[in-house]
């Protein structure tokens, strides 16, 4: 029995007219309400389980709408792509067809290649705009970076938002420049060889403008999550809560040109079917970037340290492409910056940076002290790529170390060992914006809801929050535009030496892994990593099964060091290194704080 | 890091010491105090996560004895044994070495050849006790199964319960003869051939007599079953929790020699953890029974027709030895009775009898109006024998037929094709007590709570249950002790020839099962199913690889049928029949409602 899949929202039919179609189990009753080009108030037809259709021949752009429900209650559409004047305003019908595309030549990018830059639309620059991130491509491709991660941009309420509210799952946020600017957005990366990934959320709804109980049963208590109701994904009806989610995936590869999508916390989506919401995405998701003739990849961010969401489906996975790997930006930020407050004190050994390295999780089954139990599974036999590295992300920065970035927290001769190995790891690499230059701009956490309650709470929430980790200074209230602010990027930093300077660091990092054949395609290559049980050192080498061979030496001790690595390095070829080196028969002697990064290729063959 | 196991409750030591251990995280202090062979008041030893502990020396059997938490509350021990004065009396040390086991020979059942016997130990007998089914074990030999699946025994609050409000997990029921009496059920059993299979309860614990939560987390509010708090599988110290119910699996192979454990509705067990807690007993239980040189199994009850669970691990499934089918049940049971109401909505075509038999799940990713979702995933790679199938159960009886046997609701003859299609299924049958003469003896739920708001609670409960089945007649009060006496099996069946005859037929149908080679070994055969889409027949062929082959040829039709059944029965051996046959050339010719099993071997080789 093949499944039935809906796709709700507005599609233009072949004859021009319009097809309205929502699913609202919840009513009796169904109005489609239009209020520009003309006013028009139509009952919609009902079909099973709470389907409502409706067509509308002969309008004009621009058209504005709503759903009146049960005569009453006046409601966007849920599967809105344009909400002009935001979660409580009308819907306004996009007409994908309009959109001019120049990236014909565009086929999207492999994950293996990926050098992903996190940033948030509303703090990169001062305008705060998708048109404000394309005037930033020069920057991009400057600094080497091909692929673009942008937080979440989903309709949430108000002006600003971290992004994790989103409400209206479909429609690019207005003050961000709407669905017209974000394919504008894309269209510019892809000529530019850039990829798009978008951050999207499908574990909970945002707190205001969330109106979707009273159309259907989208959300369950069988299963509670931190921030909010738990999305009903294997109850009654739940059919048509995946399909609005899955289609959701679809659309923003379809009519946006999105390269993949980074799922956010995969850890707060149950569900007990046997035929997982995930797996299902990952078929329906990759069929659909097949039909489109590119390439598209799902990057999960997980808690779980399962290796089963990325495990393929044949050996009972779920088949997603890759997933975020928290572990390595723990054992690396607590190992530098010597915190252990939090999660960070199951970490903090030179011993679990290497493991992060080679096997992918460090928490494979082993103790944890934080969370009072065994956690996870080993992912050894996960290849490096299907795990993304960091040593900062939007989490890290505004929760775990309440606003800081690393460049805040050690100085600039670690901040570049950690940018090292972040950027040599065999997984890969994510940065997150500004970290090019170690800019110490903070990034807050920030709301902008109306209800000033529900505003108030998220406050206390948070100051709660930063009093459990026993921390009381810098906090920020989320709702004061102040807090928003001054996360805001400072461009002027190019001004800067010491930015210059980190910003060539990662120049030459990034053209080293995108050029060196151990380096770039990290999917073929091995990794042994050997280190002092002290800490004071590590290498990294990696070779493919083609003879290259490169490794990385790294001196993190205050003093010195005189580091074996057998007798590879004496006739090897320094390809990189921010201080002076000696090279010794089976060593090489480094100066405190300091990393060389060697061609070994004409060893291995 | 290797795991550290904790095994809770008492256990006695090479020098004869007793050692007591309890988790206790939510206290700051445990004493144990000893009202018998002497009084004693002795505070424990704080370990690390809130394990106590403390040894005494020289005591004389019995003793008895509770744990006093912070001085104040006194409670059972959450690991005992042994509750002789019941859930909220004092524990009792079981000396496990002091029971004579007579089954050094009996190293257990193969799954493959297990019939099973399910049956409820406080109403099987009028003395419902563990002594009164070793009474019994002539019976079930004649009757030629072998192996008896006790519902749950664990310690529940009163004198008589349905088996699924246990509270301590450990200590068998006292009013059944308590651990004595078990094991000597099970001693007599296995020098009789028998196998016994316990009905364990992972997902929840019963409402009186939980004291649990004065102990420690033994539950979380992540996640909601319909039948209590849901026991916490992946939160902070769910490593406890783990190691008690997975040590008490193991408890009841090792000291009582059970040969599997029916695990109680898995989807209510939830765990986010990698390492699934039914995928870690499963590797702890196998090892274990490795360890003590027997077969042990675990079968799952599974409303969630998803292969994972019985799916080798190499796979990424669980590795669980079986599951129930309840798409068999509901298939047969609604094609018989003609039922329709609540999930048999869902059933009522042979299609769906006949794809149970070849697939194992009906429900395998299709529609399901009664569930309003797609529901399942393919088994069809499952072996059979992984599958137990049933006409009857406990469940089926007294929630989906309101306390009436099949026998009550069909007339005997479609009762002998329905036990028919069960014990020559390929799957692993199971027959629930009394099934084997038709007993019309009801089966209700029943429970004996002191606590009259919880039993008034139950009662309207069910009643509520009742009413949306749109039924309202023929309701029994759970806590009435009628309800119960009513459940009381009649021994005096055979006295009743309808009944004797019904008995023959199952002795027959079990001795073809058996001695047949193409069913015997349902894991070494394949199965063909043809029916007529009207329902009227079904023909079931199995064969072997080696070329042993029969086939069952019903006809659920009031007429006489003649059914196709290729060249191979005019040749063939009537291996049973109860009314005439005709055999043609390649068809035969039955009575209304009636079968046949030919053996076609010589004609396949």
Known sequence: MKKNHHQFGVSIQDNGSLKFKVWAPNVQQVELNISSPYHLRKPMIPEQNGVFTTYVDILSFPVEYTYILDGYTERADPASTWQP???????????????????????????????????????????????????????????????????????????RNWGYDGVLLYAPQESYGGPIGLKQLVNACHQNGIAVILDVVYNHFGPEGNHLEDFGPYFTSKYTTPWGKAINYDGEYSTFVRDFIIENAIHWLKYFHIDGLRLDAIHGIFDQSAYHILEELRDRFAKAAEEEGRQACLIAESDLNDPKYVSPQTNGGCGLDAQWNDDFHHSVHSFVTGSRVGYFEDYGSVEYISKALTDGFVYDGIWSNFRKRYHGKSSAEIPGFKMVNFIQNHDQIANASHGLRLASLVDKKKYLLASTLLLLSPSTPLLFMGQEWATKTPFYFFTDFEDTELQEAVRKGRLKEYSLNGISEGFRDPGDIETFRECLLDWNWNKDEECMEVFRHYQKLIALRKDHPALNRSADSQTNVNYSEEGEWITIEKSTNKGDSCIVVINFSESPKTIHVDNHVYQSKALYSTENIHQFNDSITLEPLSFAVYDSTHICV
Chains 1, 2 share one sequence.
Do not use: R
Not at 98 to 107: C, G
């Open 85 to 159: 004047m935001g979660v409580n305003g009308p819907s306004k019908v996009c007409d994908h067809t309009s959109f001019k595309w120049n990236d014909e030549d565009w086929t999207g990018l492999d994950l293996k290649e990926m050098i992903i830059y996190e940033l948030h639309v509303g703090t990169y620059t001062a305008q705060g705009t998708f048109k404000s991130v394309i005037d930033k491509i020069p920057h991009l491709k400057q600094l080497g970076i091909n692929t673009i991660e942008l937080m979440p941009i989903a309709t949430f309420a108000g002006e």
